[in-house]
């Protein structure tokens, strides 16, 4: 006792006996309400090691346990080093949730050498919380990652990732995606984290209905350095989060809000006062964020802000007249779904003259994108290189051309559901869109239809390289023999879905494609047969890459012409052909080919004949669809699972599931 209070003299505090003659009155220290000497306690907790029985004293085994929280707490942040206070979070959830509520800089400094060597240790070398524990490592830009999903997404779990990667250099990345859970994240996870890890980089909250203000204020305040903030589906965070990021985090980069019905314009100008370094925002379906919101992000981050998406919001054209105007640093601009922006909008935006850096421009769902509203933008924007417009059904043929020959430096083109455009409209954009265009993708356009007369002279297009047609029930033949003409340089071919085309229409392309295609989409073109595959075989075998022919009228024909010229194959999807094992077996003979994905999803003849050929495959397979062969046995399916796993070139993990209405099949994925 003497060592422990640092005096000279016997152990024994009262050397002539104790001051009570009955030792029952002792127990006077342990109340306030006593006339004593001593001062009241902030805390009273009574833990006495002794208990009576039968009007004697039984002495208990002494336990720390019977410390009060601030005791313990003050024990915790003077041990020497964090693998010592990582192994006292083990010991209790009580111990784990006291070590996860220190904060660094409370952490007392009187550490010895050996103590601050051990420090940067694995902490998992002694059993003590290891993040690890909770979560794979996944190591992105130097920083320590960590994602938690679904019933994983608890406070306990928040904790031992504060603790565990405490002596690690602290955590840089924290996803947690939250479930409907009664034991979910709430402001106590959050706490941990915000004094544990106060290097935190980036947050994303999703789906956490638990999680309030509170919670993203206590990040706010100790995770100084956030530069990344995620918000999706938290309806009960507002504006009062917003304003403590604001202040607390100056460095915020990225900024995405989704599904946040409390967060409005009062929050986004907080955030547009206090973080001038502003990147990235994206803003989605928040009811109360409006022009006032929108116009103070664009206005104060008038030289950093490169990515703008707004989505779902009560915007008017005010907030587009904004963005054209300040939006000089904006490269990539995304509009979805604003029902209150009209022509005048878009047409003052291209106007403004303030999107000189505009690279890639995405409109979806906009009545306001009109024929003289986008051809604005296209003047507006002279550097644009990709466009995507989606259910514009008020875009034209002829705003389509004009927009075309305005955006002279455009490299991608994409439309996907604009009825209103025809041929005309498509070959006339091929035409206008000059020099540099790349792609062009038309998806769900129902209004394409073959014309055999009114169309343009046809100039060839020399610099497009994909063709992308999707869903378009009208695009035929006629199509396919003017593309054929004009579009010599392809080679990336997508054709599916096009009930209206046939071996003729496609013979003609293929013949005019003089660089080598290297990759072919033709799923669900019913129509065509294996003339086309060993066309595509004889002509571009020697480039080819990928090839999909799934749902088309082919045979054992086509996969032996595959075989013998197309070595440098490596995806091959044949699902719901019409092959036998005898198409199989012919791939599998030819050594030269090289696949590394093959589908035969829906062949309903191939037969656990075909496992040895299979088996001879899976020397070079990473992936192997058998869904739907209903022909296949379970226990071929096992065998063959057993044989691939022998292969020791691949380093594969094997996923094989069995379902009597669907069939039998397993996937095969390698991991570096």
């Excluded at 400094?109 to 060597?117: E, K, L, M, V």
């Excluded at 990732?161 to 250099?169: P, Q």
């Excluded at 010599?488 to 229409?505: F, K, M, R, S």
Aim: aromatic share 6%; hydrophobic share 35%; net charge neutral.
């Amino acid at each position: 006792m003497s060592k422990l209070f640092a005096f000279s003299g016997s152990d024994d505090f009262c050397p002539g006996g104790s001051i009570y003659p009955n030792l029952k009155e002792s127990s006077l220290f342990l109340y306030p309400n006593q006339d004593v000497y001593f001062p009241p306690c902030k805390r009273y907790r009574i833990s006495a090691p002794f208990v009576f029985a039968g009007g004697k004293f039984e002495q208990k085994k002494p336990s720390i346990e019977v410390l009060p929280d601030e005791c313990l707490f003050e024990i915790f942040r003077r041990l020497p080093g964090g693998q010592e206070r990582s192994t006292c979070a083990c010991v209790s959830k009580r111990w784990l949730t006291l070590v996860s509520n220190i904060r660094r800089d409370e952490i007392s400094d009187n550490q010895t050498p050996q103590a601050s060597d051990l420090e940067h240790e694995n902490t998992d070398k002694k059993g003590g919380v290891s993040s690890e524990d909770v979560d794979s490592d996944v190591e992105g830009d130097g920083y320590l990652s960590r994602s938690l999903d679904g019933k994983k997404a608890t406070d306990i779990r928040l904790a031992s990732i504060a603790v565990g990667t405490a002596s690690r250099g602290g955590l840089g990345k924290l996803f947690i995606r939250g479930s409907k859970s009664r034991h979910g994240v709430t402001t106590v996870g959050l706490r941990a984290i915000s004094r544990g890890c106060p290097s935190l980089r980036v947050l994303s909250l999703w789906n956490l209905s638990s999680v309030g203000d509170e919670g993203l204020c206590e990040i706010a305040n100790g995770c100084h350095q956030l530069e990344k903030l995620d918000l999706c589906h938290c309806p009960s965070i507002t504006d009062k989060s917003l304003l403590a990021v604001a202040k607390g985090c100056p460095n915020l980069t990225d900024l995405t809000i989704e599904g946040c019905a409390n967060i409005g314009n009062e929050g986004l100008q907080a955030i547009a006062r206090s973080c001038p370094n502003l990147k990235s925002v994206s803003i989605k379906d928040c009811p109360l964020v409006g022009d006032q919101g929108v116009a103070s992000l664009l206005s104060s981050a008038l030289y950093s802000l490169t990515k703008v998406k707004l989505q779902a919001l009560n915007i008017t054209d005010v907030s587009l007249a904004v963005i054209g105007h300040y939006g000089k640093a904006v490269t990539d601009l995304s509009l979805t779904s604003l029902p209150n922006v009209t022509e005048k909008g878009f047409w003052v935006m291209g106007n403004g003259h303030g999107l000189q850096k505009l690279k890639s421009f995405t409109v979806t769902s906009c009545r306001g994108a009109t024929d003289s509203g986008l051809e604005a933008v296209g003047k507006g924007c002279p550097n644009l290189k990709q466009l995507c417009l989606s259910k514009c059904p008020f875009l034209s043929d002829k705003g389509l051309a004009s927009l075309a020959k305005a955006a002279g430096s455009l490299e991608c083109l994409q439309l996907e559901e604009c009825h209103r455009i025809s041929q005309f409209g498509f070959f006339c954009s091929l035409i206008n869109c000059g020099a540099k265009l790349k792609v062009i993708s038309f998806a769900n356009c129902l209004g394409i239809k073959d014309l055999n007369s009114g169309l343009p002279p046809l100039s060839p297009c020399e610099s497009l390289r994909s063709l992308s047609i999707h869903n378009c029930p009208g695009f035929g033949d006629a199509s396919l023999f003017a593309l054929g003409k004009l579009c010599p340089q392809l080679q990336h071919v997508e054709l599916c879905g096009l009930h209206g085309i046939t071996d003729a229409g496609v013979l003609l392309l293929l013949e005019s494609c003089e660089a080598g295609l290297l990759k072919v989409n033709l799923s669900g073109c019913v129509n065509l047969s294996d003339k086309v595959v060993q066309t595509i075989s004889n002509l571009h075998g020697w480039t080819l890459e990928l090839l999909n022919l799934d749902g088309c009228k082919i045979s054992d024909a086509s996969l032996v012409a595959i075989a013998e010229n197309c070595q440098l194959l490596t995806d091959l999807d044949i699902s719901k052909c019409t092959i036998t094992d005898s198409g199989i077996a012919a791939l599998a003979h030819f050594n030269p080919i090289n696949l590394q994905i093959l589908s035969v999803s829906g062949c309903s003849m191939v037969s656990d004949k075909s496992l040895p050929s299979l088996g001879k495959l899976g020397e070079t397979l990473l992936g192997l669809n058998l869904q739907q062969c209903k022909a296949i046995s379970s226990r071929a399916v096992e065998l063959l699972t057993e044989q691939l796993w022998r292969f020791p070139s691949s380093g594969m993990i094997c996923y094989y599931f069995l379902s009597l209405k669907m069939g039998v099949g397993f996937f095969m994925a390698e991991f570096p």
